[in-house]
């Protein structure tokens, strides 16, 4: 039984676990990101729904990761040493709890885990690499778990994040085109 019961996560129906915190890791080195592990190359699913920003081999220490920015709020996420190539390219949309990618080793990475970071009011300027490590907002914050090592939480997938729908006011636009016809 996990420690926590997550308010959203990388992982659904998996218990997961704290490896790195943010902004130090347990040397007292800093850290700009959250790590959290399940230790199995489990599916990784978006936190938020939104357009990739950002998908591909990162050389500056990431591995493969994918940025996903939310449209409405301009929430931008970063998961980080994906085992493979994310599943989705740039300017792609990706619905919330939609599996990007599985849970991998790349770049300068220790051990099977992901790297997340999150960055608010992305809209007008896009993902900042240059935020100061010490300054990135805390991902277990936005998580709703706490920001300690070793705790364990899980994700139910439950509440599913709202997921805008275009309504059709003609369910059958021939209708009205044969009513025109008519006249």
Sequence with gaps: MADYQARVAPF??????????QPYYSDGTIHG???????????????????????QYNTGGYGNCIIIQDQITGTAIL??????T??????????????????GNTGESTGIHTHLE??????????DWNIPKLDRPHVADFMGI???????????????PPIPTIRNKNKFPWVLYARKLRK
């Excluded at 659904?12 to 915190?21: A, L, Q």
């Excluded at 998961?79 to 493979?84: K, S």
């Excluded at 994310?86 to 849970?103: D, H, K, N, R, S």
């Design 86 to 103: 994310p599943y989705f390219g740039v300017g792609a949309t990706v619905l919330p709890q939609q599996q990007i990618g599985i849970e």
């Design 33 to 55: 990101g959250f790590d959290v592990s399940t230790g199995t190359n489990s599916p990784l699913y978006a936190m938020t729904g939104g357009i990739v920003l950002y998908s």
């Design 12 to 21: 659904i129906n998996e218990t997961f676990y704290v490896t790195g915190t």
């Design 146 to 160: 706490p920001n300690q090592l070793g705790i364990s939480a899980i994700y139910d997938g439950t509440p599913v």
């Design 79 to 84: 998961y980080a040493h994906l085992a493979t």
């Design 118 to 127: 999150i960055q608010y009011n992305t809209l007008q300027s896009g993902w």
